[in-house]
Nanobody, 122 residues
Framework: VQLQASGGGLVQAGGSLRLSCAAS????????IGWLRQAPGKEREGVSC??????MYADSVKGRFTISSDNAKKTVFLQMNSLKPEDTAVYYC??????????????????WGKGTQVTVSS
């Protein structure tokens, strides 16, 4: 199982970035793919997740971030608009079985990719 996140960078507040997570080595439709982030000195937190059944977002990003997937390419995207300095973090994509449940990313079997740095300047 491999997950490769990309698309991070440096952007000014109010700007946009699009993250991509390319997956391989498993049946894409059987998994939920999530984006989680970790800011310096803070715990890792869920940002957004998509499965064949649902999508979900953290309250802090609702209305600004949009998750989508291209199942044929086994790629999940996170469109991030109206970025704020507090969005600065390393963003990770991860896969868990079937359903988007944040606890599964931390307490069940999850596959993680390397993170991509997002920095939002004020």
């Amino acid at each position: 199982v491999q997950l490769q996140a990309s698309g991070g960078g440096l952007v000014q507040a109010g700007g946009s970035l699009r993250l991509s997570c390319a997956a391989s080595g498993f049946i894409f439709d059987d998994y939920a793919i999530g984006w989680l982030r970790q800011a310096p000195g803070k715990e890792r937190e869920g940002v957004s997740c998509i499965s064949s059944m649902s999508t979900m977002y953290a309250d802090s990003v609702k209305g600004r971030f949009t998750i989508s997937s291209d199942n044929a390419k086994k790629t999940v995207f996170l469109q991030m608009n109206s970025l704020k300095p507090e969005d600065t973090a390393v963003y990770y994509c991860a896969a868990v079985s079937r359903r988007c449940e944040w606890g599964k990313f931390f307490y069940a079997r999850a596959y993680w990719g390397k993170g991509t740095q997002v920095t939002v300047s004020s």
